[in-house]
């Protein structure tokens, strides 16, 4: 069974500052890992996806990578600022022979930036 | 309205009652999915749908019932829920069958639903 962990749980750091979260992950036969961004009382946005194939995505000040064989993802964000306050979520989607991905996500990083 | 919309946005409801969660996307895809997402816990697939066809029940207690009247509308009834079973309840669509290269799924803002 596959078992997502983000570690920390939360984290608070200074406008500007670059910063790294972490997502590990059980079963390297994973398909995708995808990173998400959840407001408080909101859905999940989805901000980058990584296939299988890929090493890094990367988006803006975000850019995510991914090393299957360690089964570990991170998430850096540059130059942080007070709107990328959130919680950081990382899913991924195993390899599946009838075709069906069950996508298991982590409990999330609570990322507070202070102005 | 574009994305996925889900009403209403917040729910309080007794053990006894009967009600309805509605998710509605615009994005013309083919895949639904509920998700419960509890305190502290990690999101759970609660049912998927795909082309209106239930495709996955993760051993979810008949108190849920799902229904999917066509491949842009779900729906989520509920009846006799758990105290337990206050959590936010999020719906997600995806352009296909679960699976494939950049099959990226969108979320819906939630029901934060109690019960009381």
């Known amino acids: 069974k596959q078992e997502v962990t983000q570690i920390p749980a939360a984290l608070s750091v200074p406008e500007g500052e670059n910063l790294v979260l972490n997502c590990s992950f059980t079963?390297?036969?994973?398909?995708?890992l995808q990173w998400f961004r959840q407001d408080p009382g909101k859905g999940l946005t989805s901000l980058l996806l990584i296939q299988s194939s890929q090493r890094e995505q990367t988006s803006g000040r975000l850019n995510a990578s991914l090393d299957k064989s360690s089964g570990r993802s991170t998430l850096y964000i540059a130059a942080s600022q007070p709107g990328d306050s959130a919680t950081y979520l990382c899913?991924?989607?195993?390899?599946?022979?009838?075709?069906?991905?069950?996508?298991?996500f982590g409990t999330g990083t609570k990322l507070q930036v202070i102005p | 309205e574009t994305g996925v919309t889900q009403t209403p946005r917040h729910l309080v409801m007794g053990m006894t009652n009967k009600k309805s969660l509605k998710c509605e996307q615009h994005?013309?895809?083919?895949?639904m999915y509920w998700y419960k997402q509890s305190a502290k816990k990690p999101l759970e697939l609660m049912f998927v749908?795909?082309?209106?066809?239930?495709?996955e029940n993760n051993s979810v207690p008949s108190r849920f019932s799902p229904e999917c009247p066509n491949s842009s509308h779900l729906f989520l009834h509920l009846h006799t829920l758990q105290p337990e079973d206050s959590a936010l309840y999020l719906c997600?669509?995806?352009?296909?069958?679960?699976?494939?290269?950049?099959?990226?799924?969108?979320f819906g803002p939630g029901t934060r639903l109690t019960v009381l």
């Open positions: 079963d390297s036969a994973i398909y995708n």
């Open positions: 994005l013309g895809h083919n895949a």
């Open positions: 997600a669509s995806s352009l296909y069958w679960p699976g494939g290269p950049g099959n990226t799924q969108y």
């Open positions: 749908y795909n082309f209106k066809e239930q495709t």
């Open positions: 899913a991924v989607s195993p390899w599946d022979s009838g075709g069906y991905q069950k996508v298991t």
